[in-house]
Every structure is written in C-alpha cells, then in structure tokens.
C-alpha cells in the first residue's frame, strides 16, 4: 500500500516537508512508497516517488479529485490518502474511518466557529451538497481531515467521476464509503467523531491527528510539530 499526497505549491513546501517527517516518524503501518502527485518537489531526493501533473483544473477541489485519478490511472495500486497539512502527532498503528455527521447537518455547520472563512466556504460547500444530496440522498459525511485508507481504488475513481463537479472533498469521500459497503469495505465505522482541523477559538491540537486551515495557523505550531518530529 502507498501514500498518496495530492500537492500544488501555493505558499511554500513547509507543511508538506512536516507533513512527511511525521509520517516517517509516526506512522506504523507497512507502506510501500510516498508519492508527491501534481508541483515539482526537489528536497526529498530518493525518500518519495513525485509525479509532476503539471495540467490544474480551475478550483482546489476539482484539482485534488484529478491528481487522485491521475495516481489511479497512473500507479492503481491500494493507498492512504492524504493532505500535505495532515500531521501524525503520535505513533499509529491503525487509520480508523470516522464520519462527522450526516451531509445536510454537516452544510449546515461547516466551519461556522471561524468567521474570516466562513462566508465563502459555506456558500461553495453548502450548494455542493444540496446538489449532491438531489442526487444520491442524504448519508454520512467523511470529511474528518484524517488519513484515509483507499483499498479499492477503482471504486475511489468512480466516485470521483460521479461527484466532480465543483464538488467539496466531504462528497468525493463520502460517496466513496457509499460504494465500497456495497463491496464490503474493510474498514470498520467506530464512532461519530468531530473534525480534527484547526479552529482559532480553541487554538488546541489534537492527537493523533492534526490539521490546519492555512499557512499563518501552521506557522502557530510549528515549533511544537517540530518537537514532536524530533521526539
């Protein structure tokens, strides 16, 4: 199994640099290799494969969804997906599969605690759903910013081609889940569990997963990540 990080170098490679760091250092499950999919990376020399995509579609979204297909189409192989400001702050030896809430609850509640974002996310994320949900109906939303475990990677492309249109990452997830447990996905749903991305109000991290809105709130922790990576 590999790890998969869809990357466009918008401000700089820093998360991404301690995005890898912590997976080396606290990740226990056996992978096979780290591919960097989409902007050029030179500082990783012989640690990760980088596939450069240097075609972009026109929103992040859309963006991320293509980098996934390309790896899909390109490699094929099962893989953990994540985001390059997703950070291990302790030692795992599983990726559990945590869904949020329904989709409509969750349009409904998006990012509301952080006002300077909250306008423009919830007016893209929520006319997303409500398309979304006139077309597949109203079920789990996965979108928990944690690793997530792709065993079927077919099944990932499909959902991607049903749900790529100026489409949120909660549906391309979810919709992925939806699929897979009509083919026995593998993995278990514990329990309902709140979004693990930084808020500003609180100002906590979290364990065993962590992550950030944008560059200035990494740039709050950056001290602490680097401890913990050095630890």
């Known amino acids: ?16 640099d301690m995005c890898i760091k912590l997976i080396k250092k606290n990740l226990k499950i056996n992978y096979d290799n780290i591919y960097i999919i989409g902007d050029e990376v030179n500082q990783f020399k012989d640690s990760v ?5 240097n ?21 094929g192989n ?4 994540f985001n390059d400001d997703f950070f291990l702050t302790e ?5 559990p599969c945590y869904y949020f809430d329904t989709l409509q609850n969750r349009s409904l509640t998006t990012y509301i605690i952080n006002e300077k974002i909250n306008k423009l996310r919830l007016s893209t994320y929520g006319l997303n759903i409500d398309s979304f949900l006139k ?17 079927y990677p077919s099944v990932m492309y499909e959902a991607i081609e049903q749900c790529n249109v100026n489409d949120c990452p909660a549906l391309k997830r979810s919709m992925y889940i939806k699929l897979c447990e009509e083919k026995n996905f593998s993995n278990t749903i514990v ?5 693990v991305k930084f808020n500003e109000p609180l100002r906590v991290m979290q364990y065993p997963f962590f992550s950030l809105t944008d560059r200035a709130e990494f740039d709050v922790f950056r001290d602490t990540l680097e401890e913990i990576a050095k630890q």
């Open 1 to 16: 199994m590999n790890i998969v990080i869809p990357f466009r170098n918008t401000c700089g490679t820093d998360e991404l």
């Open 49 to 53: 494969i980088n596939i450069v995509v």
């Open 55 to 75: 075609e972009q579609k026109y929103n992040k979204w859309l963006d991320s969804n293509f980098l996934v297909k390309t790896y899909i189409e390109t490699i």
């Open 78 to 81: 099962p893989f953990i997906l």
């Open 91 to 95: 030692n795992i030896d599983t990726i």
């Open 135 to 151: 077309r597949f109906g109203n079920f789990e939303n996965y979108e928990v910013h944690i690793p997530m475990i792709i065993d």
């Open 191 to 195: 329990e309902i569990k709140h979004d």
